[in-house]
């Protein structure tokens, strides 16, 4: 079946600091790639996604390249800021078994 | 466009009672997905409706049971409560698969489950 494997958390980085949270993935066929946000008492927001190979997604300073040959997501921010503490979930979505899988979420703090 | 909606937000029950957790998906939005998060087990999938049928289960007890109404709302149900059951119940609504398979899901903020 499918899974998503990041890094467990919790990451803590001053603010400015470079982030890189790694996401791997095993899936049958073709599947799109997203990154999730959750903020503390909140719901999960979508970040940003990936449809096919080598695309790449941004939004808010944040962004991820779908690689299919080390089949990897890896979401990175140039300089990271109070505000983007929060937890975040790399997932995908497979046409295949038309489901969503989602990863363990990955704490991270910003610290002023 | 309105966002996905959870009722009631929040909700404390005891042992062995039962629960019902309602969720409005966005306008057009066919496809209903719960999930359970706890800090222990992180984000687990519990089951998916797509115009009232279930279409996808996770790993749970048949305490755990849902439906979908002709209007796409949906609803969970937990019999038999335990304090294990104590959690963050996050409803997703999504269109549904395309062709392209994107499947992008929009979370509402979620129903916090406290069991005494």
């Known amino acids: 079946g499918d899974s998503v494997t990041q890094m467990e958390g919790p990451v803590t980085l001053s603010e400015e600091a470079f982030l890189t949270i790694n996401c791997t993935y095993t899936a049958t066929g073709y599947p799109s790639l997203f990154w999730y946000v959750q903020y503390p008492g909140e719901g999960l927001q979508l970040l940003l996604k990936a449809t096919k190979a080598d695309d790449k997604g941004s939004n808010k300073g944040f962004e991820a390249t779908y690689r299919k040959e080390t089949t990897s997501f890896h979401l990175e921010k140039g300089s990271v800021q109070v505000s983007d503490s929060a937890v975040y979930f790399c997932a995908l979505s497979d046409l295949f078994y038309q489901k969503v899988t989602f990863g363990i979420g990955t704490k991270l703090q910003v610290i002023p | 466009k309105a966002g996905v909606t959870q009722t009631p937000r929040y909700l404390i029950k005891t042992r062995g009672q039962q629960v019902t957790l309602s969720c409005s998906p966005i306008?057009?939005?066919?496809?209903v997905s719960w999930y359970q998060q706890t800090p222990g087990q992180g984000l687990q999938f519990l089951f998916e409706?797509?115009?009232?049928?279930?279409?996808n289960k996770g790993n749970f007890p048949g305490r755990f049971s849902g439906r979908q109404f002709s209007n796409s709302r949906s609803e969970m149900n937990v019999s038999t409560l335990e304090l294990g059951d104590s959690a963050l119940y996050l409803c997703?609504?999504?269109?549904?698969?395309?062709?392209?398979?994107?499947?992008?899901?929009?979370f509402g903020p979620g129903t916090r489950l406290t069991v005494t």
């Open positions: 409706y797509f115009s009232e049928t279930q279409r």
């Open positions: 997703a609504s999504s269109v549904g698969f395309g062709d392209s398979g994107s499947y992008e899901q929009y």
């Open positions: 306008s057009g939005h066919r496809s």
